[in-house]
């Protein structure tokens, strides 16, 4: 995320799924990196750096934030050479509802 604009503190936590959950992430939409942003919006596994910052600009009204759940191959950070498995960057809604925000089909749509 640093090489993409964005400034970020590693902090370890003894109870992640409790900090995600206090968070507003459903645990279906759990995954294995959780990002807060200075705002208090919540960026959950491998999301794509375009897709934080393009949320970050329209501020969706009653989001809290984006999910990738899972680690889909060939995401950022779970690349495998040219294997890929599409994948949907999932919305998260205050009021604990989702939609699909983006769909990843290929690896160049995720830069």
């Not at 400034?7 to 995954?31: M, Q």
């Not at 498995?85 to 089909?105: F, H, I, M, R």
Request: charged residues 20%; contains cysteine.
């Amino acid at each position: 995320m640093d090489i993409n604009g964005f400034k970020t503190i590693a902090v370890n936590r003894d109870n992640l799924t409790e900090f995600k959950s206090s968070n507003g992430i459903p645990v279906k939409y759990h995954s294995c990196h959780t990002a807060l942003s200075r705002e208090g919006f919540v960026f959950e596994g491998h999301v794509p750096a375009k897709f934080i910052k393009k949320f970050l600009e329209e501020k969706p009204e009653g989001a809290i934030g984006l999910s990738v759940p899972g680690m889909p191959l060939g995401s950022p950070g779970m690349e495998q050479g040219e294997q890929f498995t599409p994948y949907n960057v999932v919305l998260l809604k205050a009021d604990g509802s989702v939609s699909v925000y983006a769909e990843v089909n290929s690896l160049k749509g995720q830069y």
